[in-house]
């Protein structure tokens, strides 16, 4: 399973928002087979369609569908005393498939700042220029070895040359990789080195608890929004003490309790569904009398692949999809209008599956 990690610099309140993710928690009971390591939370997706659908289909049970945070901090916690983070700290960013960077956007005189004064951009920097160092190793390795082979004029060594010295230029300058610009090809180059600085990131601006309705006014999330903004990448606002309490609440309560906060959705929930987006997840449904369920697929799956996500089975025996979007579904206002009005295709073995299909697989045992 694809799984966004969480880093930071210590005391930024990578563990507190841990435990909020691992307090909001799935419910065991639906997942069964789940994974039981202290480091990986699984969250559920929040996801307005689901309710919809459930009203719509009156199931029995409904399940969303969920994905996992790991918490590196935790894996490597005491693991390394040496200068910069260490490589346990470096390899465990490489298994991971996104990274949430978390950044202290909070004052608080109790808390100490390791590098004794809260300032986001200095915070990003140290950790970001660890990952730029460990890809130029990387980089350099590979350099040395294909110069050779591009030499020869080798026209695949020659495609990666170009590639590798344009990483290397930039690396050097201490970009991140995910800011050059590659063509399509070369973009599949790049992701064949597995570098850290390539990797999907989003920034999680950790501030105080009387800021979350007015994060703007916060000069430190200014400063990270900027920063964020010029690698494309998305920051979320949260106040990680305050999602460690709404963890802890049912639906009724966190409602009441964001509507005296003023804010529409909590931080988590946001985080979460802007992780998952990271990963390049995507979501179909299933919606039976017995269960509406969301499940989790890669965006580009077809259909016999997205199918063996709910069973194996099914992606063996895939005869078709009856497929309809959640649009044409709600429109319709039931299976059976939908499927009057022509809103269900059958969709075959090449099919690639779209964020929002309700899908019924046939197949053969
Ligand atoms: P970590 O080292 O990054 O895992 O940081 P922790 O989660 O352990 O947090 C370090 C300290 O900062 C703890 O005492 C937390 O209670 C505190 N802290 C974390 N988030 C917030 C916050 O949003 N506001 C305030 N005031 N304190 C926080």
């Known amino acids: ?10 005391n930024v309140g990578k563990s507190t928002l841990f435990n909020a993710i691992t307090q909001a928690g799935a419910e065991a009971a639906n997942y069964p087979f789940a994974t039981i390591d202290p480091n990986v939370g699984i969250v559920e997706v929040p996801d307005e369609r689901l309710n919809k659908l459930t009203e719509l289909v009156k199931p029995k049970k409904t399940v969303p569908t969920t994905f996992e945070f790991t918490d590196i901090a935790g894996i490597v916690k005491g693991a390394s005393k040496g200068e910069g983070l260490g490589n346990q700290f470096l390899s465990h960013i490489r298994q991971v498939d996104a990274i949430c960077h978390v950044v202290r956007c909070f004052e608080d005189q109790n808390i100490t700042h390791v590098a004794g004064k809260v300032d986001p951009i200095e915070d990003i920097d140290v950790i970001n220029l660890e990952l730029i160092l460990a890809d130029l190793e990387t980089v350099n390795k590979r350099y040395q070895r294909v110069e050779k082979l591009a030499r020869q004029k080798d026209k695949d060594a020659v495609a990666e040359f170009q590639v590798l010295a344009k990483l290397k230029e930039g690396l050097e300058e201490e970009k991140p990789a995910r800011v050059l610009e590659f063509t399509e090809e070369q973009e599949k180059i790049v992701k ?13 601006a950790n501030v105080g608890e009387e800021e979350v309705s007015n994060p703007e006014e916060n000069p430190n999330v200014q400063k990270v929004k ?24 049912d639906a009724e309560e966190k409602e009441m309790f964001l509507q005296e906060l003023g804010i529409r959705e909590s931080g988590l929930d946001q985080l979460i569904r802007a992780s998952y987006h990271l990963l390049g997840l995507a979501t179909y449904f299933t919606a039976g009398e017995q269960e509406v369920r969301a499940w989790t697929f890669k965006q580009g799956m077809k259909a016999p692949q997205a199918a063996g996500i709910i069973h194996s089975d099914f992606e ?6 009856e497929t309809v979007s959640y649009e044409d579904l709600v429109a319709a206002g039931s299976m059976t209008r939908a499927r009057e009005l022509g809103k269900v295709r059958l969709e075959g073995k090449d099919y690639i599956v779209q964020d929002g299909d309700v899908m ?3 197949f053969n045992v």
């Open 192 to 204: 064949g080195l597995h570098l850290l600085t390539y990797k999907p990131i989003l920034y999680v």
């Open 226 to 249: 900027e920063y964020a903004a010029n690698e494309n990448a998305e920051v979320i606002v949260i106040c990680a003490k305050i999602e460690e309490e709404i963890a802890e609440l």
């Open 360 to 362: 019924h697989f046939r």
């Open 1 to 10: 399973a694809l799984t966004a990690g969480i880093v930071g610099l210590p």
């Open 316 to 321: 063996r025996g895939f005869i078709r999809a």
